[in-house]
């Protein structure tokens, strides 16, 4: 529990630094911060309400106290793209983009994890080189890419698929799929490519290791090796890279979103920044920082559970 | 065993790094020469298909892909070289401060690092893209500001571990002055891992740029860059494949070229770690 709290509090410095830079941003935009905020739109009575609002002739360290005290109590301003709360949105738009990440990174797991052993076993033998060439292969395609020759191929070739939108699950359970599917398979291409690398690279390290000598040595079988000692060892250190590359990915499905017009996260910032809508682009920044921050606690947290090395120290 | 000898031992190595000196003379060609102007509209060849006098096609507005991915080629490799050599320098600076001196300023410096850790670099760069605006520039600067603190972990890491070194302290005993030390000791140690590092941030540029093009952020039109290209052709799609194909290809296939090489780099600064 002490722990908890101990890494609890180590993020808070970095969540400061980050929302001092995010601030300061938009500070950086030439012109007036408040009619950055209300947009084209606003009235000049409402520039005089959202200067006074965001204490614009206070100092500055005043104004970002002000700013910061409002968005820990959720306030991240209103969108003038939609008018609506840039938090409310942030979380609709986020459950799109969740959806669609963790879907892929289930499927990229499945098969990264048994190839990456796999080759990892077998190192410098013909499969091993053949696993490591598809990965780098795989890792050298562009998301976006590989997302357009699928809609080229699925869906105008052979029309088997939508190629545009998204329906929200609760809709329709068939339709969701049939939107989903393509954009999943996209990314899932990249994260099997990182992944396999990771496992392969960790299978070796664990292999080397005297336990598994010592076990070989004692007669234990080969599947007893594989599943006991090797896959539980080499599967800790993949832990810790999966929260950086679950937290990387949520960011980077913009391309994605933006080929399938899925209205996740990554399209909402893309667009915003079209619009110069800055409240919003403020608060995907926070919000992705948190999220991100999130998961690599949990990962932190995890993590001496795996590796009850770590635990002890 | 020299860094030839590491490319020359797996034909994989040695095609991929062919591969890479046929990308850059693309790309010096193109600065040169292009069998059509690249910006030249023409309405009578408009969505041709790859044929002799165009062998990639031309575009909605008759311009010839060939020529427009010849240029492409010389702003990818431009945008990603300049992204890596901005990343590495600031982050020597940054990480060879705080490793060698410590203290406060170490305190400083690694805990923004740490913070902008938490920034995934794509965002990081679409930030500082929204502030700073679109342009060859912008892209360059943003995702060097994003590689940055990596870069200035390793080196700080790396220091860290050369500072209680015999050899440096003997040269501080010589009374050598601190930015000689750090130019002449510490540096030369800290070549190999940031060349491996090098290697992924080229890649990654490289992929970020056109991503970032794609998503009209990056290098603006009517100048191409593949992703640009691919962008563009995306409506054309199922008249026109050749738009998004010829462009993709030459995307993945350098990426394909640069992560090969960077394997071989990685075999050779670490070989602890290598295959062999």
Known sequence: MIYVLKRLLASIPTLLIVSIFVFVLLRLVPGDPAALMIGDTGSSADLDRVRAEMGLNEPLPVQYAIWLGKVVQGDLGTSFMTQ?????????RFAVTLQVVLIAFVIAAMIAIPAGVLAGRLQNSRIDMAIVFTATLFLSLPSFWVGMLLILVFGTQLGWLPTLGFVPITDSVSEWFAHI???VMSLVCVEMAILT?????????????????????????????????????ALSPTVTMLGLILGS???GTAVIETIFGLPGLGRFLVDAIYARDYPVIQGTLLFIVVIYTLVNLAVDLIYPLLDPRVRRS | MSLWTTVRSRRIYTISAFGLVIIAVAALIGVIYTPHDPLALNVDSRLAAPSWSHWFGTDQFGRDILSRMLIGAGVSLRVSLMTVALALSMGLILGALAGYFGGILDYIISGVVDAFLALPGILLALALIAVFGVGEMGVVVALGIAYTPNVARVVRGSVLSLRPLGYIEAARLLGHPHLFIIIRHIIPNVVGPLTVLASTFFAQALLSESALSFLGLGVPPPHPSWGGILAEGRVFMEDAPWLSIFPGLAIAFSLLCINLCGDALRDYFDPRNSDQ
Request: no cysteine.
């Open chain 1, 249 to 251: 990915l949520l960011s």
């Open chain 1, 181 to 183: 599917i393509i954009p």
């Open chain 1, 84 to 92: 609506e709360p840039v938090l409310s949105a942030l979380l609709n």
């Open chain 1, 197 to 233: 690398r990771l496992v392969r690279a960790s299978t070796i390290e664990v292999m080397r290791q005297d336990y598994v000598t010592y076990a070989r040595a004692k007669g234990v079988s080969e599947t007893r090796i594989v599943l006991q000692h090797i896959l539980k060892n």
